[in-house]
């Protein structure tokens, strides 16, 4: 290495820094020891990075910048706050709707204004029988009756009580209560009235459409509307059996 | 890896040395504090990607630089040049006629040095960074750096020393 190279790698070199540590540098450096020259020029140079380190550092920043750039950070972070609790608050009330939404769904038909109980069942069914239904099937034969019912997806599979198998049957309907078939068997215990009149009815529905049945078969006695009904269930069915009267009509033909 | 410090803690360790490299690639205040600011806001949006917090300081650096070259929207390439290749005369100018400038005429000086070597010897003079850490942060070989440290040193050198025999600005 001559004295010029040194020269050119050395105006690399600034003193109190890691450059020393480079190995061309402390070559270099290395020559600075032996070489009067060099070792002069190098202590100008040293002087003159060390002035000009100190020209660079002098520049300072304006008073406020760093204030300035923190509160402006602060305002952009305390925007995307409220973006975000805006579109958070929009979220929550969506989802809080679609749960509201759904909670009403699930919850209309309990709610929705409809009795389901036993007593309501039964004022229902004693006022269709009593408000001029019309019979879809007429005949005097169970069985027809049985098959009638099956075939339209009503109650078929129900029991008759024994006294009841022995009145005259007139005929069926088909009625609803809560989105379920009601099996209607109307039966005739006074010989005058017409064929197509009855005067005894047999409501058979499943049990589980109508609500607050007690789980035991005891028959239940009460006036519903226009008649006098006697409720029971067997199985997964509930009977209701009405007619005009009282409770000693009733028992009859149970 | 240690936690990455709180924003306001990292704008008051680093803004005045960004600031000064700002400064003396644009020589404009205005700009300087801009692209300082700008800087941070980078930080603010993607710092947390940066995953060795030791390198915070050439991570902010870079950026500045790069907002920079985006700001002057540079495409041109710059050239390869070794060390070895560079021609130079080394200039003799007296540590006094340094001593006698002020940072702004210093910086004016630089800004008369050709744009691809103003940061390079910016970096070299305001942060003591090493030339490996200078060429991280300009995104250039190690080499690169050299071959422009030793033609913008030169040439700062020259012009500095050119200044001697100019007349006192009244």
Redesign the interface.
Known sequence: MNI?EA??IL??Y?P????AE?PQVAAALALTKTDAELACWFE?HC???????A????????AG??E???S??LA??RLNARRKERITAAVALSVTFAALIFIVISLAPHFSGADRSLGAYQNQMANTATSGYGMSLLTNDLTQIRTYLAQSGAPADYTLPPALEKIPVAGCAIESWSDKKVSMICFRTNPALAANQSDLWLFVVDRKSVKHIPETSVLQFAQSGPLYTAAWTQGDKLYVLGTRGDEATIRKFL | MADSPDFETLVARHYEPLYQFAFSLTREEAEACDLTQQTFCVWAAKGHQLRDVSKVKTWLFTTLHREFLGSRRRQKRFPHLELEAAELELPVISPDVINRLDAAQVLDVLKQVDDIYQAPVALFYLQDYSYKEIAEILDVPIGTVKSRLTRGLGKLHQLLAETENQPPTP
């Open positions: 010029n020269k050119t105006l690399l600034r109190g820094t890691a450059d480079d100008q002087a003159r990075q060390t002035a000009l380190c020209k660079f550092r002098q520049v300072g920043a304006p910048l760093k300035q750039i923190i402006e950070q952009e972070i």
